[in-house]
Antibody, heavy 127, light 113 residues
Framework: EVQLVESGGGLVQPGRSLSLSCTAS????????MSWVRQAPGKGLEWVAF??????????EYAASVKGRFTISRDDSKSVAYLQMNSLKTEDTAVYFC??????????????????WGQGILVTVSS | DIVMTQSPDSLAVSLGERATINCKSS????????????LAWYQQKPGQPPKLLID???SRESGVPDRFSGSGSGTDFTLTISSLQAEDVAVYYC?????????FGGGTKVEIK
């Protein structure tokens, strides 16, 4: 069974940093792209960033709203994905979900959508 | 960016009746080389993370009841719940994965009438 468990959330002041972790189990972590998706309180879903598997070059992309402030990374030996969030703004307040992409097997350009989800973790940016 | 527009914002349907949710993309998400629509549907129940229901516009995920179906191509898509059950109360989102940034529709809240 695929399990994704986020950790590291909490309350942080504007301008400060916070790091999220996503610990995965139940699948071969290194074979899959991983993404972060967030949801502001009472709002819809917003993709934040993804990192492809090493087989696909470990390509990274970010939403414009976080580019230059957030950094996604992965440690395949530990089955963990990370999201380093710097220069946080009040509008970054949201539940952050760790997600796993579907299998990339057979695709030259693997699709990145959100096959499996963690329970999410709340990040509150407030003074 | 591809803008995903869902309609309606909310709908109330009687138990056993059909619910229809529309999703329109600002440009085609049909990839001509493989004739696949890069469109997914998710269900989010209160207090839970979203759950993938349908990918490739019409392919139901394993374990998803067959009362859920997806249709459409190019820019216009539909999620249909053929016979609404109480457990289907949720917010439903469409999402395109044709190109980055990956974008979601605003969501459609489904309630029981």
């Amino acid at each position: 069974e695929v399990q994704l468990v986020e950790s590291g959330g909490g309350l942080v002041q504007p301008g400060r940093s916070l790091s999220l972790s996503c610990t995965a189990s139940g699948f071969t972590f290194g074979d899959f792209a991983m993404s972060w998706v967030r949801q502001a309180p009472g709002k819809g879903l917003e993709w934040v960033a993804f990192i492809k598997s090493k087989a696909y070059g470990g390509t990274i992309e970010y939403a414009a709203s976080v580019k230059g402030r957030f950094t996604i990374s992965r440690d395949d030996s530990k089955s963990v994905a990370y999201l380093q969030m710097n220069s946080l703004k009040t509008e970054d307040t949201a539940v952050y979900f760790c997600t796993r992409a579907p299998t990339a097997n057979g695709y030259t350009y693997p699709p990145i959508y959100f096959h499996s989800w963690g329970q999410g973790i709340l990040v509150t940016v407030s003074s | 960016d591809i803008v995903m527009t869902q309609s309606p914002d909310s709908l109330a349907v009687s138990l056993g009746e059909r619910a229809t949710i529309n999703c329109k993309s600002s440009q085609s998400v049909l990839y001509n080389s493989n004739n696949k629509n890069y469109l997914a549907w998710y269900q989010q129940k209160p207090g839970q993370p979203p759950k993938l229901l349908i990918d490739w516009a019409s392919s139901r995920e394993s374990g998803v009841p067959d009362r859920f179906s997806g249709s459409g191509s190019g820019t216009d898509f539909t999620l249909t719940i053929s016979s609404l059950q109480a457990e289907d109360v949720a917010v439903y989102y469409c999402q395109q994965y044709y190109t980055t940034p990956l974008t979601f529709g605003g969501g459609t809240k489904v309630e029981i009438k």
